[in-house]
């Protein structure tokens, strides 16, 4: 979250797209629904050099873009600034293509086919840190996640080194590991939204991770998504 976000709750939104009537079109919902879209760019180069500049919290990305691929400027800048929120906003819903999203750093995928509403509520609900896909794909990035897991990260799980999670903590990243939304979460626990974001913040910062997917293969590879 950029700071003046936190001042002001503006999210500021960039939005990547290499045809400029469907780019204009989603550049103008998102202002008309509130969010303040600081660029726009229609190719892959562009788009890292525009992103830099105008320092978004939410990236609007499409995967098919001149001159750079989406998932190469997605990793390049998630890269650059890990705070920084990517939700793809593709016409394919090609498996392939929704794991290598994520794999690049992306938190969130949504089809074209979305509705304005269902785009506006994404970004809203990206910015704050959930992650958001269209229905059916969630469940293919949590097997995917599985499956990251079955081969070992470097450093063993039980390495006594390891940093101590607090009960909370480790309460939290067991729901997460479970594909539960940080409102989910929330509700679960009886606690608010920000105080599960704080409760991510801090486990990334102690075990030196940098995104979701990082957090959720962690917590699968201990167990925790099993308790």
């Known amino acids: 979250m ?16 290499d045809h400029p009537m469907w780019r204009d079109a989603v550049a103008r919902d998102l202002a008309e629904a509130g ?29 098919n873009l001149p001159l750079k691929p989406g998932v190469q400027v997605c990793k390049e800048l998630v890269a650059a600034n890990p705070a920084l929120r990517v939700l793809v906003l593709s016409a394919s819903g ?10 690049s750093g992306a938190t969130g995928y949504l089809l ?26 969630a469940g293919l990035v949590l097997g995917e996640y599985r499956r990251l897991a079955s081969d070992p990260a470097p450093g063993a799980p039980d390495d006594p080194k390891a940093p101590q999670l607090t009960d909370r ?11 539960l939304s940080y409102k989910q979460i929330a509700e679960r626990l009886v606690i608010s939204h920000r105080t599960v974001q704080n409760h991510v913040q801090n486990t990334l910062g102690k075990l030196q991770l940098h995104n979701r997917v990082e957090l959720v293969r962690y917590a699968i590879e201990r167990g925790l998504d099993d308790e």
């Open 2 to 17: 950029s700071e003046q976000q936190q001042q002001d709750g503006t999210v500021r939104v960039m939005v990547v797209d």
């Open 35 to 63: 969010f303040d879209v600081v660029a726009t760019a229609g190719d892959g180069e562009q788009a890292v050099r525009r992103a830099q500049a105008a320092a978004p919290d939410v990236l609007v990305l499409d995967l």
């Open 94 to 103: 090609e498996h392939a293509d929704v794991l290598e999203a994520v794999k």
């Open 112 to 137: 074209k086919s979305a509705s304005t509403a269902e785009l506006t509520d994404a970004v809203r609900r990206t910015a704050v840190g959930d992650t958001v896909f269209t229905p059916g794909l």
């Open 169 to 179: 903590e480790t309460e939290v990243l067991r729901l997460v590991a479970k594909g």
